[in-house]
């Protein structure tokens, strides 16, 4: 399997008002998308981090008008989970990813100059083709690198499963991890509609390599 790195700008920067508002600030760093999921045809939702002076970042992405949620998972790390309206342009593009074979390597990292993402694609050159032809026209894209792939599964939530990921970002979510607890397993498989068992065994597997890679 090949990949292809490439950096997407709109009007010379980010392709989402939002990450344009972060990349303005010189107090607040734009840290990886771990999690980027469309839940309807206009809304994401994201698992993503912030560095620098995160109660700042956290009020900037608050107060955003394209921010429909957002929370404050952890402060000392500057992890926020956030349900984001998609312009056009991002929706289009996730939209084509998740119709194809095209696989979008996470987590997604962002210039810190502009904010514009740098993404890393899967596929084979035929598929390239087809999602560079894809991409909006008022998008522009430029290309990194491309070569064979060799994963490096050196971030905890980015080798989780998918389903480990809807798993994590539900119980954020809905407060599993707040104290006192907010949410049950029973409440998380509702939301994640698997069953209690089963989301149970997931909680452990994320929790197991989440948490030894952070005392490693």
Known sequence: MRYLRAVFTK??????????TLARDESVLRGPMYVMEMVDDEVAKMLCRVYGDVEHGFGLTRDHPLVRTATLVDAARGLLSLRVEMPTE???????QRE?????????????TDGAPVATLLGDDESF??????????????LLETGEYEPEPDDPIASLTPTQQRV????VEEGYYECPREATQDELADAVDLAPGTVGEHLRKIESRVFSHLVE
């Open 168 to 171: 994590l970002l539900s119980a």
């Open 129 to 142: 083709d087809d999602s560079l032809d894809a991409v909006p026209a008022a998008v522009d894209v430029e």
């Open 11 to 20: 009007d010379g920067g980010a392709i989402h008002p939002w990450g344009e």
């Open 90 to 96: 991002p929706r289009q593009m996730l939209r084509f």
């Open 100 to 112: 194809t074979d095209i696989i979008l390597v996470m987590p997604l990292q962002f210039r810190q």
